[in-house]
């Protein structure tokens, strides 16, 4: 089964993280996700291979970009959770995933940017994602 029917779910969860902070920062472009997913990888990557790193905080809205996606990449590992707007927890539950399956999600997304960067330009990705995430 291909990664994006598997883990539909976990896809769309990371990228509205991204949605968030796109909708602040109009600016903001496919590179700079590429970037803060490619920061993502290797921290997970890491805990994978079982030497974790610290992750860098990185400035302005790429640090927002990272914050975002890693915020959405910990619910979905079972290590973080959601709150609503008056600061509760929202309970619902989800099967956790392992590290490895996070990076396949990231590599995934990264994929992603790569091909709708080519066919539009330097948003060309987050103008596509922008329609399908709320």
């Given at each position: 089964m291909k990664i994006e029917e598997q883990f539909e779910d976990v896809l769309q969860n990371i990228e509205s993280g991204i949605v968030q902070?796109?909708?602040?920062?109009?600016?903001l472009s496919d590179w700079d996700v590429e970037l803060a997913l490619e920061a993502l990888i290797q921290l997970f990557?890491?805990?994978?291979?079982g030497k974790p790193i610290e992750l860098h905080q990185l400035p302005g809205v790429l640090g927002?970009?990272?914050?975002?996606?890693?915020?959405?990449?910990?619910?979905?590992?079972?290590?973080?959770?959601l709150l609503d707007e008056h600061y509760q927890?929202?309970?619902?539950?989800?099967?956790?995933?392992?590290?490895?399956?996070?990076?396949a999600?990231?590599?995934?997304?990264?994929?992603?940017?790569?091909?709708?960067?080519?066919?539009?330009?330097?948003?060309g990705y987050l103008n596509y994602i922008v329609n399908f995430v709320q």
């Open positions: 902070v796109y909708q602040q920062h109009p600016a990557n890491a805990e994978v291979r927002e970009v990272v914050r975002a996606a890693k915020a959405m990449c910990e619910l979905r590992l079972g290590r973080g959770q927890p929202i309970e619902f539950q989800l099967t956790p995933l392992t590290p490895a399956e996070i990076v999600c990231l590599k995934r997304l990264r994929k992603s940017i790569q091909f709708w960067g080519k066919a539009g330009g330097r948003q």
